[in-house]
T-cell receptor, first 113, second 113 residues
């Protein structure tokens, strides 16, 4: 089966600029997650969708981060404006149901300079 | 919320030795405990998982044990090989539930040939 697709793979932006990441989950997977992985740390969940509804966004810095999954399939994560500390790999994952086995995409490595 | 502690942060073994990585969790409602392997620059991939209705699960050279009373679970890799070198993450969540998966900080396993 096709895996979770993410784009772009790499992005370099200046602080205060905006950036958007795209994710296409595995077909049929109702749950979609966005994680932030800072170098040397485990993935930290930013937001979790079940179909097109938000299940949890308690760890999403809502003053600058936003995410949507309008049709319950693809999702976008946006940062506006970016800060230096946002430099990380942004991983998208999907699973057939809430909080079960998650399949990760390759991630987008964001560098904010 | 859930808190997952993982030890050690780095583990160095000789090829053929066994490796053990331990995690503790705080929320007794957690019932799903996956382990992910992340090779350098690649996505995390599930290698084994355990649910709270069993105490041990094995898959070839990999096994996971769960002690619900003590709220800890461990990954055991026997007959380690150089290709086992990677960062391993444990996680805890409530399957089907609405609280977020929490990852440990990771263990960097180095297998020396």
């Amino acid at each position: 089966e096709a895996g979770v697709a993410q784009s772009p793979r790499y992005k370099i932006i200046e602080k205060r600029q905006s950036v958007a990441f795209w994710c296409n989950p595995i077909s049929g997977h109702a749950t979609l997650y966005w994680y932030q992985q800072i170098l040397g740390q485990g993935p930290k969940l930013l937001i979790q969708f079940q179909n097109n509804g938000v299940v949890d966004d308690s760890q999403l810095p809502k003053d600058r981060f936003s995410a949507e999954r309008l049709k319950g399939v693809d999702s976008t994560l946006k940062i506006q404006p970016a800060k230096l500390e946002d430099s990380a790999v942004y991983l998208c994952a999907s699973s057939p149901m809430l909080n079960t086995e998650a399949f990760f995409g390759q991630g987008t490595r964001l560098t904010v300079v | 919320g859930e808190n997952v502690e993982q030890h050690p942060s780095t583990l160095s073994v000789q090829e053929g030795d066994s490796a053990v990585i331990k995690c503790t969790y705080s929320d007794s409602a957690s019932n799903y405990f996956p382990w992910y392997k992340q090779e350098l620059g690649k996505r995390p991939q599930l290698i084994i998982d355990i649910r709270s209705n069993v105490g041990e699960k094995k898959d070839q050279r990999i096994a996971v044990t769960l002690n619900k009373t003590a709220k800890h679970f461990s990954l055991h890799i026997t007959e380690t090989q150089p290709e086992d070198s990677a960062v391993y993450f444990c996680a805890a969540s409530k399957e089907g539930g609405s609280y977020i998966p929490t990852f440990g900080r990771g263990t960097s396993l180095i297998v020396h040939p």
